[in-house]
């Protein structure tokens, strides 16, 4: 491990570090530490990254805004990839735009906007990045990252550079078919342009009805379950008399029960208990099996 950690450090520069504790990059502020965490700020520094993980065969776990994750109390073996500054670059173009892998797409939105190009707007309030949005083909009030995406550049799993066109990705719902390990460095969306004042309504409606419908001001990784055909997650859970049920520090939320909140000291097995608890009580109660939404990683 010292010399894959010294080839590391030679390809990323400073920004790798040792028993780096995860918590802080979760957007649930849960999870243990990482055996080393590493930086990189472009995208062949990624591929060396992955090549030098590879051949000291080493896990490697992109970590991207740390949201819709839960992060493992023990931590994540191996080396854990937190994208750098230098995929944060947006490029526009008259009909979309190029966005690194991690750029906040609820920010994107917002600036699509604004620029008056429409095929976005589902996404204002989500907190992940372009590239969680793509792996997990976000989606939200009618609209998937999916419908939007025209290509896809990223680190293949031997270390090239390659880009994707969207044909190649198969979106279904809740998953794009990227090729295994290849790690997102950019989304290039293709929008259309639309009447400004149209488009900024459609953004403000989703807004009103996001912070009306969801936790605000609560440490949480978002949707929980992914919504069962026919069904809402959120309902099936809220009707098994789970709403405000709390495991430790964690909690079903009271305003939206497909949400799981921190309420400061949570855990990651509290978490785990609660999800157990609504998969039960729902498979009990209407014979429907509730499928995780959010990814767990590292040591369970």
Known sequence: MEATYARLVAAVGGRVRRAEPLARYTSFRIGGPADVLVQPASAEALAAVVRETAAADLPLTVLGAGSNLLVADGGVRGVVVKLGAGFRRVSWAEDGVTAGAAAQVGKLARAAVDRGLSGLEFAEGIPGTVGGALFMNAGAYGGEVGAAVASVTGVTADGRLETIAAARL?????????????????????????APEAIARRLADVRTHRLASQPQGTANAGSIFKNPAGHTAGRLIEAAGLKGRRVGGARISERHANFIVNDGDARATDVQALMAEAQRAVWERNGVWLEPEIKLVGSW
């Open 170 to 194: 198969a979106f279904r719902y809740r998953r794009a078919g990227v090729p295994a390990g290849f790690l997102v460095t950019a989304v290039t969306f293709r929008l259309a342009p639309a």
